[in-house]
């Protein structure tokens, strides 16, 4: 048992912290980007890209770096630290993580390499309106045609859906859900995508007949999407831990140099108790996180991992948020500023693949099944394992 | 970074929960699970089993009875023991005194009282708080007055948990009243609970109970050999003490036991004939619990493997405020399962109310204590706010 990451790791986590910090030395720069489409800035992409970022997890022989999940979850927290706008968790862990579990050998040397180089960026298209955070799709359809698939029906909101090069789509075919690759100017695919509350974008993303290639070898996919979804609920904590521990450093900057009433404001006790309960948040939640990404790395239960991660990040993330604004005042509402940002970023993170009241209620469904939880023992480690 | 426990350490969790499961009778346990009085002699009884085996004081250096752990040893040794249901090492003598004569005490001291505070042979009792010195502690009033050879104490202590049990008290005096700053003034001071002058009186809690004492002094005259470390450095030891006080306040594996039986309970409740765990707002309200007590199990592990050096860890306040909020919300629940039932608190024989009910609600208020004591949780947000956050 270790909380502490090695020294390549430490070093992993200077070089993106230094990367990104370059890149959003400010709000105003990630403001900016934000403000034009495709909603993220393709330079940085590039230097992730240089710096092996955007293939982090994929095995070497693909292009990639082979790493594991805590590498995924430094670069994560560390996104979210200045809430770059760049979608390396729903490109490349997401995205990314469903191609490399679930294609053939020849679709992974096309798409990985080409991922990890910043010159594709995959997305997931997954979820459709009137459902939400399921496994499966209900709302596109494949028929084959052919040696071929084809699919119809509607996506939304499907993360930089207009941008993408290449869409990974659920769809519904015999025996459940299937996952299919879209090229991004397949005919008879109509996008329309749009701005984001958190400066991130999204598309409606239309198939009407659209061609489409089987990933893999096809059947149903429902265990691997779950596998990934909850991968990617994982990153995303890494990521809300990220944004949260910045929330939190700019609200106590903030409060120690804001004046009123000819004194600091943190000479209010009122103001600094909130802010000791905000930090109190912020620990328990990087420690449920920390350890989500230590049970996906020892091979553990990762869909329970998940979901107590999401549960504890999004508790704290809902918490810190509405906290480090009201603490603020009204420059914690303003766009000029960057702490509201950092809530609105917060509040996406929560919805786009499953929040507390979610997770919440996937483990009530088991809270009987078991006396006690050992966050150290079976189910989350695998029993025989090496220390 | 890395999940598993070391195979050194699985084999050292395995030997602590042997021991603790088998050596410590199996009816004070029971005690302990069904929150009921544990009584003086199974205290002693229970230290002497862990003392025998060396399990009383591991955290105590080595010469007086210690094991020389690492932090993370000692956290599992803890957990391991309120898994077990275990009445722990009773906290004044082996949390506190103890390891302040190990470090401050001179050697005759440390000859005289370590091996008796580690097998409880000497039962010790708190003499810091006072009627109007609580979270504000240094404002004690208690006074020592050198008279020759001895130290002539005037004053009132109070919350004495257990000080009816006690056979010596430790006792934070004002030695100095002209001191510059109000705890600088302070000494330690060590005296028999029968010696001439020392009155106790019982304080009703509303549970019922009678746990804490005020303790009152009126020309108690204390040998001057019995100060701890230096004439004016009380303060000091007082906050050793405390820092120490705040380490496994956390109470993680007692909680754990706490969910458990709420689950087995809400098992045997039923509403319209379904078992009231199967209720899915009963269900969510014990997973939200149980997901803090993950998280907050494992901030307890990130904070021991970062102490080695020996200092608390300055998250070790989100340790206690949490730590007392999960506890409470514990206590809470149960009371809500037992329902009706939780009334029916001081039922005699012929009550068919089971005694987990019956224990559910005094248990209940009296737990309101641990976000007070061991440093009040609004002392461990100013903590936070200064020493963290730099507020």
Not at chain 1, 218 to 239: K, M, N, P, V
Not at chain 1, 273 to 283: G, I, N, P, Q, T
Not at chain 2, 153 to 159: D, H, L
Not at chain 2, 332 to 344: C, T
């Amino acid at each position: 048992m270790d909380f502490t990451f090695d020294s390549e790791q430490s070093d992993l986590r200077e070089a993106v912290r230094g990367l990104l910090e370059r890149a959003y030395s400010d709000s105003e720069t990630r403001r900016k980007v934000a403000a034009n489409d495709p909603g993220f800035d393709e330079k940085t992409w590039s230097r992730l890209a240089e710096m092996g970022l955007l293939g982090l997890p994929f095995a070497e022989e693909h292009g990639g770096m082979g790493a594991g999940p805590i590498e995924v979850a430094i670069v994560a927290e560390e996104i979210g630290r200045v809430i770059a706008p760049e979608p390396f968790i729903e490109a490349v862990v997401l995205a990314g993580g469903l191609i490399a579990a679930v294609a053939s050998d020849e679709q992974k040397g096309e798409l990985l390499g080409a991922i990890a180089e910043g010159a594709c960026v995959p997305t997931f298209a997954h979820a459709e309106i009137g459902t939400r955070w399921t496994p499966s799709a209900s709302a596109v359809t494949a028929t084959q045609a052919g040696d071929g698939w084809t699919l119809t029906g509607v996506k939304e909101p499907v993360p930089h859906g207009a941008r993408a090069d290449v869409l990974v789509v659920s769809a519904v075919v015999d025996g459940g859900t299937g996952l299919f690759l879209v090229q991004g100017d397949a005919a008879g695919l109509t996008r329309t995508g749009y701005r984001t509350h958190d400066g991130t974008r999204a598309a409606n993303v239309r198939f009407d007949g659209t061609p489409a290639a089987l990933l893999g070898t096809g059947g149903d996919q429902t265990a691997a999407i779950e596998q990934a979804l909850a991968e990617a609920r994982i990153a995303y904590s890494h990521e809300a831990i990220g944004a949260m521990d910045t929330a939190l450093r700019i609200t106590a900057e903030y409060l120690k140099t804001r004046k009123q009433f000819g004194v600091t404001l943190n000479r209010f006790q009122a103001l600094t108790f909130r802010a000791a309960d905000m930090y109190v948040s912020l620990e328990l939640a990087r420690s449920t996180a920390l350890w989500a990404s230590m049970v996906q790395d020892a091979g553990g239960d990762v869909a329970s991992a998940a979901d107590r991660a999401r549960l504890q990040t999004s508790r704290a993330g809902r918490h810190i948020g509405k906290e480090a604004i009201q603490l603020h005042g009204g420059i914690g509402v303003t766009a000029e500023y960057s702490v509201g940002h950092y809530t609105s970023r917060l509040t996406a993170i929560d919805h786009l693949l499953g929040d507390g009241d979610f997770a919440a209620a996937r483990l009530a469904r088991t809270v009987a099944e078991r006396e006690t939880v050992d966050p150290l023992g079976a189910p989350y480690a695998p029993s025989g394992g090496v220390g | 970074m890395r999940l598993q426990l070391s195979p050194e350490l699985e084999a050292f969790r395995e030997e602590m929960r042997t021991f603790f499961t088998t050596q410590v009778p199996q009816e004070i346990r029971d005690k302990v699970a069904g929150h009921g009085h544990v009584s003086k002699e199974e205290y002693v009884e229970t230290q002497r089993v862990l003392n025998a085996a060396g399990l009383a004081v591991p955290h105590w250096p080595v010469e007086w009875g210690g094991r020389d752990w690492t932090p993370l040893q000692r956290h599992i040794w803890r957990e391991e023991m309120q898994l077990a249901n275990v009445p722990e090492p009773l906290a004044f003598n082996a949390s506190m005194i103890g390891p302040v004569i190990a470090a401050f005490g001179n050697q005759e001291q440390k000859e005289r009282f370590l091996a008796k505070t580690a097998n409880l042979d000497i039962w010790w009792c708190q003499g810091f708080s006072e009627p109007d010195a609580g979270s504000d502690l240094a404002s004690l009033r208690t006074t020592a007055v050198r008279d020759g050879d001895d130290w002539i104490v005037n004053g009132q202590k109070t919350w004495t948990t257990l000080g009816q049990h006690a056979d010596w008290i430790f006792c934070l005096c004002r030695t100095d009243p002209t001191a510059e700053k109000k705890q600088r003034g302070i000494s330690l001071l060590v005296f028999p609970m029968d010696t001439p002058g020392v009155t106790l009186r019982p304080i009703e809690l509303i549970d019922g109970g009678f746990e804490v004492n005020e303790v009152f002094f009126e020309d108690v005259r204390v040998p001057a050999e019995n100060l701890i470390g230096e004439e004016n450095q009380g303060w000091t030891m007082a906050k050793f003490l405390l820092g120490n006080e705040r380490v496994g306040i956390a109470r993680i594996g007692s909680t754990k036991r706490m969910l458990a039986q709420a689950k087995e309970h809400a098992r045997e409740i039923t509403v319209d004939g379904r078992p009231l765990l199967d209720d899915p707002f009963m269900a969510a309200r014990i997973a939200e619990l149980e997901n803090e007590l993950v998280a907050l199990e494992l901030t307890a592990l990130r904070v021991v493997a970062n102490s080695a050096d020996g200092k608390p860890h300055p998250a070790s306040s989100v340790l206690k405020l949490k730590g007392s909020e999960l506890q409470q919300a514990a206590t809470e629940l149960l009371v809500d399962i037992a329902g009706p039932l939780s009334v029916a608190s001081f039922a005699l024989e012929g009550s068919d109310v089971p005694d987990w009910a019956r224990v559910a609600t005094p248990h209940y208020l009296n737990y309101r204590k641990v976000s007070i004591y061991g440093g009040s949780n609004e002392v461990q947000r100013t903590i936070i706010a200064g020493t963290i956050l730099g507020l």
